[in-house]
């Protein structure tokens, strides 16, 4: 299976500040999402990022909040903007290699606001 | 995002018993339903995954049963061992269109051996 390296691992962000969090696999990949687990809490999709376009965000969640960028098929990254308390979580980068292929996450950010 | 319904919240068993985590869906377009295990610290890691052809799957002492007319799936786990204490997550997923490779997880499922 493909290997998802996040960086990075664990943060603690003071309230207002924005953090990039980066997504890097060792393969080509088809599908990479970005998922959210609050403390204690299940995950949550927050956007599909699409390669050399604009993201796809579910409901709940926009783009000046969650800006995604994916230049390649191996890379992506998420940004968590204008971050408050509620924002602490863990985010989740998963990629699946194609279609009737498995679907693998990362280990997350853990994000603490302060 | 449809539901999916995961129970129970947590679950205690002994060494070397049977652990049975419980999932329902509403949406009947699902057709990929994968079982996740997230020790603390970590991701989600896969653990098997069914589709709605066959009936059950099994893969060493995981097995998942599929009732699709009750649109209900579970995952048992035989000779459940202390390394098997993680949160387990149920989700769903429809095979094609803009949904493709979107997952809906259960609400989670501690499960604790004792050993």
């Known amino acids: 299976s493909a290997v998802i390296s996040q960086k990075p691992s664990r943060d603690i962000c003071q309230r207002g500040t924005s953090l990039t969090i980066q997504c890097q696999v060792d393969s080509q990949v088809t599908m990479m999402f970005w998922y959210r687990q609050q403390p204690g809490q299940s995950l949550t999709l927050i956007a599909t990022?699409?390669?050399?376009?604009?993201?796809?965000?579910e409901s709940g969640f926009v783009i000046d909040k969650f800006p995604i960028s994916r230049p390649n098929l191996t890379f992506s990254t998420l940004t968590v903007s204008n971050m408050s308390p509620e924002d602490s979580s863990i985010y989740l980068c998963?990629?699946?290699?194609?279609?009737?292929?498995?679907?693998?996450f990362g280990d997350g950010t853990r994000l603490s606001i302060l | 995002q449809q539901q999916v319904k995961q129970s129970p919240q947590s679950l205690i068993v002994q060494k070397g018993g049977i652990s049975i985590i419980n999932c329902a869906y509403e949406?009947?377009?699902?057709?990929?339903f994968p079982w996740y295990q997230q020790f603390p610290g970590k991701g989600p890691a896969l653990l098997i995954a069914?589709?709605?052809?066959?009936s059950e799957k099994k893969e060493g002492r995981f097995t998942i049963s599929f009732n699709k007319s009750a649109k209900q799936f579970s995952l048992h786990i035989m000779d459940s061992q202390p390394g098997d204490s993680a949160t387990y997550f149920c989700?769903?997923?429809?095979?094609?269109?803009?949904?493709?490779?979107?997952?809906?997880f259960g609400q989670g499922t501690i499960l604790t051996v004792h050993p």
């Open positions: 998963s990629v699946r290699g194609g279609f009737d292929q498995p679907q693998h």
């Open positions: 990022a699409n390669q050399g376009s604009e993201a796809t965000y």
């Open positions: 949406n009947t377009a699902f057709d990929y």
């Open positions: 069914i589709r709605p052809d066959v």
């Open positions: 989700a769903a997923s429809k095979a094609g269109g803009t949904s493709y490779g979107k997952l809906t």
